[in-house]
């Protein structure tokens, strides 16, 4: 069973910077697709960035429109760790951040949808203020 525990939420305000990162662990595929989610109040929840290696150092990443170019996804194979490096922060990324993971066979899938990952972590909370 994949574990998936996130930190490095907190409270910054407009402008700033803000690391997430999630440990995961119990793999039982050989690959797996990481990714993150977020959920403000009253909205669904939505994909901000997706990740898969198939080995050495490839890796695809897939990013929502609304934060390219200020996020960063990344991953740490020999620490199991997927990361989120967050910068130039607005309001509006105010929402509970959740990593997801789901086995894969060549590719993440298309579109960051929620459906499509059946591991999920407890998520953290960013909060950014204007």
């Known amino acids: 069973q994949v574990q998936l525990v996130e930190s490095g939420g907190g409270s910054v305000q407009a402008g700033g910077s803000l690391r997430l990162s999630c440990a995961a662990s119990?793999?039982?595929?050989?690959?797996?697709?990481m990714a993150w989610f977020r959920q403000a109040p009253g909205k669904e929840r939505e994909g901000v960035a997706s990740i898969y290696s198939p080995g050495g150092s490839t890796y695809y990443a897939d990013y929502a429109d609304s934060v390219k170019g200020r996020f960063t996804i990344s991953q740490d194979n020999a620490k199991n760790t997927l990361y989120l490096q967050m910068n130039s922060l607005k309001p509006e990324d105010t929402a509970m951040y959740y990593c997801a993971a789901v086995g894969a066979l060549g590719s993440c899938p298309y579109g960051l949808k929620s459906y499509d990952y059946n591991y999920w972590g407890q998520g953290t909370q960013v909060t950014v203020s204007s």
């Open positions: 119990g793999y039982t595929y050989r690959r797996y697709c």
